[in-house]
């Protein structure tokens, strides 16, 4: 795996949507404004965007005099350029407390600060506290994957992309600071594409967030089921509605494209009044379709599970259910894989999901250990994830443990579980 430098040939303009017929161009000026609003609580001298910003800064900040001090026989010692940036750094992210101290000599006059050389923070920072989060997607305005943006970043400016590997790229090129993408659906299953970029690519999970899937059965205005000779849509769209499409009585081909608002997208632009889309509610509204059928997806308590991705990950903690995310290959032998799991039963680690892909670069191998036969295994990674946070000893414990089993271990993420309230998907969810 090799990470992504700007000296790829690789720009904004072809990282993000290119210019098509069916797709929007100019995206890097396009800015989706979600309209879900934050709750945080604001400050009067602007020193933080809510309490626990301002809590986590001074807690920083103390802990680093209480450690300068200690280090000095309780004398005060003037902070260090790196304690500068640890003490403006929260969970992996920048606070909006500004915590530029200025360090003062003998006769406590007023040191200039050393210049240090540019990186790529100073050329391109992330957006501080309290400014727009650009977040990456996959798909057009109207997509699922946008409402899941935000949901997770209340306020972010929305950037599609038309792949789910553009979208990991756009964070390591930082064209978006973010990206949303999804893993699995409680009808569909696993998402295996996002879980092979993940181990390609070197970005962090730093949270996830669920979303109810509330399916709708477009058309152009005036069109009627009986004249549908095709859907189209997402393949787990397709597969989500399934059976009631059967049930409405329709003798239509499935065709499965690249996402479901684009299929809204593509009717519309194209004129097509022989096809519908499955696709939600908001795109009806966004490209001008008329709902056939509401709530079509097999089941009403449809839901896909999201994970949002950064360069950095956040810091763990232990104040509030987290999850961690790790994937791992072992060395041969059938009982490995039991050894590896025994290391969480025995500290009471729930798993929560636990997903095998065939290994890239050593797919099969031969069943005996002399080379000889022509009986050959599949080679698999494993991705596991379970609730228990790295700040957590028994996390560490068992991840030491793990580690003596594997020839390769990785820790994806470790981040807080969206714990909001479960509600079957209904057609108001989609009014975000």
């Not at 210049?115 to 100073?122: A, F, G, N, Y």
Request: net charge neutral; with cysteine.
């Amino acid at each position: 795996m090799q990470a992504v430098s700007p000296s790829h040939n690789l720009n904004a303009s072809s990282i993000i949507r290119p210019s098509k017929p069916r797709r929007l161009n100019h995206l890097t000026r396009f800015a989706i404004r979600c309209v879900y609003r934050s709750d945080s609580v604001q400050f009067p001298n602007g020193v933080g965007s809510s309490r626990a910003d301002w809590q986590s800064s001074c807690a920083i900040l103390s802990s680093k005099v209480f450690s300068q001090d200690q280090g000095s026989g309780g004398k005060s010692t003037p902070p260090s350029n790196s304690d500068h940036i640890a003490a403006a750094a929260v969970n992996g992210h920048k606070t909006s407390l500004d915590l530029d101290l200025v360090p003062l000599d003998k006769n406590n006059k007023p040191q200039p600060p050393a210049q240090k050389p540019l990186s790529i923070t100073d050329l391109s920072p992330a957006p501080m506290h309290g400014s727009q989060l650009r977040v990456a997607y996959q798909g057009v305005p109207g997509a699922y994957s946008e409402a899941a943006a935000g949901k997770a970043f209340p306020n972010c400016e929305a950037i599609p992309c038309d792949q789910f590997e553009v979208a990991f790229q756009a964070v390591e090129l930082w064209i978006a600071d973010r990206a949303v993408l999804p893993v699995e659906n409680s009808l569909g299953g696993s998402i295996h594409r996002n879980y092979d970029l993940l181990l390609r690519h070197r970005l962090h999970i730093v949270g996830e967030v669920q979303l109810p899937v509330h399916h709708c059965l477009l058309a152009l205005p005036g069109v009627r089921k009986e004249y549908l000779s095709r859907v189209i849509s997402h393949p787990q769209a397709l597969s989500q509605c399934e059976h009631t499409l059967t049930k409405l009585g329709l003798n239509v081909t499935r065709e499965a494209v690249d996402d479901t608002a684009g299929a809204a997208e593509y009717i519309a632009s194209n004129n097509l009044r022989d096809t519908a889309a499955i696709a939600s509610a908001r795109a009806a509204e966004l490209y001008g379709l008329q709902i056939l059928a509401d709530g079509i997806q097999d089941d009403s308590s449809n839901v896909t599970r999201f994970v949002m991705l950064a360069r950095e990950p956040i810091i763990p903690r232990t104040d509030r259910p987290f999850k961690t995310s790790i994937v791992f290959a072992h060395d041969k032998g059938t009982s490995v894989l039991f050894k590896v799991l025994s290391a969480f039963a025995f500290r009471n680690i729930s798993l929560t999901k636990i997903e095998s892909r065939p290994h890239r670069n050593m797919p099969i191998r031969l069943v005996d250990d002399a080379n000889v036969g022509t009986a050959k295994h599949f080679e698999y990674m494993f991705y596991v994830d379970f609730e228990a946070s790295m700040a957590e000893l028994r996390a560490q414990n068992a991840l030491a443990e793990v580690q003596e089993f594997t020839s390769f271990l990785r820790v994806l993420g470790s981040y807080p579980m969206d714990m909001t309230p479960w509600c079957p998907s209904r057609g108001d969810d989609q009014s975000l």
